[in-house]
């Protein structure tokens, strides 16, 4: 398929152009004319300004059923858990491909082109797996794909509720017994056009030690990403340190899971030492502010580590929100209120751990660019709406950043297919819909 799309103003990485012809064939821009002040003939018009398509790197479909649920109230991370593995027991695979759908058509519409899904849902109630053992993670890809997105399915070892403890009832369904076996049955997944898989070790206390090795190996073996939950809770850190007397990072870097593969989730808890181990092996840090903030976990020294030498990425976690602007704008207003500074990341760096380095924290490097030879995902947010209407083009990404919301976004184009079309969604007919649909099943 050849397409051309002319984007009224579009950011190139460093700076925003007008008039931008962006030319595709088979799902690859082809080529980048710039100083192009009119569509050309043919050519699908895209106002606004256009971005690389924004890449969510953390995220947990299921848990967009918990959204208005466990806001209300106080609680704790603990509590909130409580709550989360009460959706988590009513799920099936079909139940969950259709929250899935759902959920991926929602991130869709706030332009995100990829999702980075860290699955441990694995098998049926009380653990017995499914004919199928790979059935809900399969789920989650044929939602992707009918989502219009791509997907990096991180399939999780998740094997005890804590240091030196069996799973509970509830994280039976995640649990495969031992990482070998987690590894056996992660290698029946198969990648496929808009799919890669990757691995994650859920927590450093829900894989023991010895056998953190094993998920680090096999996905070294494969290339591919290795992500992991690190440090989103002190608790975490002071169990770890009692188990194993050194952090959970250390720990990590010892069995060597930390290298240039690896994202590091949250990160929200750390020693200098620990910065500069992650910073050292250039570990990506997958920030999640909104989620963060909701469950009051703290404000993650991302500054520090960015400076250490790991890239940033953005993810939305529990879905809270699903806004990938909002997580960018969010971890530099969260800075300024720890620092009392301002202008800690440009909206240039901002869109980059949006776009770019969220992308090659999936595994997907050949994306999040609008350049040749990348893979055609865009995406344009309106400079016209209420909260983005007045300033000048040329600081599109400063506003993009600083004041637009997923509401914002007009088109999401995909492999050169246009997903959402003037913000209607064309794949999924009813996203609000089907999101209620689904969650109302859930409900208990």
Known sequence: MQVTYWAEHAWLGTHVEPG??????????????????????????????????LANA?????????????????????????????????????????????????MALAGITCVGEFHYLHHGPGGTPYADPNAMGEAL?????????????????????????????????????????????AAALKPAGHARIGAAVHSVRAVPADQLTTVADWAKEREAPLHV????????????????????TRLLADHGVLGPRTSAVHATHLTDEDIALLGGAASTICMCPTTERDLADGIGPAVALQRAGSPLSLGSDSHAVIDLLEEARAMELDER?????????????????????????????????IEQGALADLTTVA?????TA???????????????TGADIRHTVVGGRHVVRDGVHQLVPDVPRELADSIAALSG
């Open 20 to 53: 931008v012809a962006i030319e595709v064939t088979g799902g690859r821009i082809t080529a980048v004319r710039t100083n192009v002040p009119a569509p050309p003939p043919g050519a699908t018009t895209l106002r606004g300004l256009t971005l690389p398509g």
């Open 58 to 106: 953390h995220s947990h479909a299921f848990h967009r059923a918990l959204r208005g649920r466990t806001q209300v109230g106080s609680g704790t991370f603990w509590t909130w858990r409580d709550v989360m593995y009460g959706v988590a027991d009513r799920l099936t695979p079909d139940s969950y491909f259709a929250l899935a759908r759902a959920t991926y058509a929602e």
């Open 141 to 185: 890809i044929a939602a992707a794909a009918e989502a219009g997105i791509r997907i990096t399915l991180l399939d999780t070892a998740y094997l005890s509720s804590g240091f030196g403890q069996p799973p509970n009832h509830h994280q039976a369904r995640f649990s495969d017994g031992t990482a070998d076996a987690w590894a056996e049955r």
């Open 229 to 248: 939950h690190l440090s989103e809770q002190t608790a975490e850190n002071d169990a770890c340190l009692a188990a194993h007397g050194r952090t959970p």
């Open 337 to 369: 209120l720890r620092s009392r500074t301002r202008g800690h990341w440009t909206a240039a760096a901002l869109l980059r751990a949006a776009t770019e380095d969220g992308h090659a924290s999936l595994g997907w490097a050949d994306a999040g660019r």
């Open 383 to 387: 400079l016209d709406s209420v909260r």
């Open 390 to 404: 007045g300033p000048a083009p040329r600081h599109g990404a400063e506003t993009a950043v600083f004041a637009a």
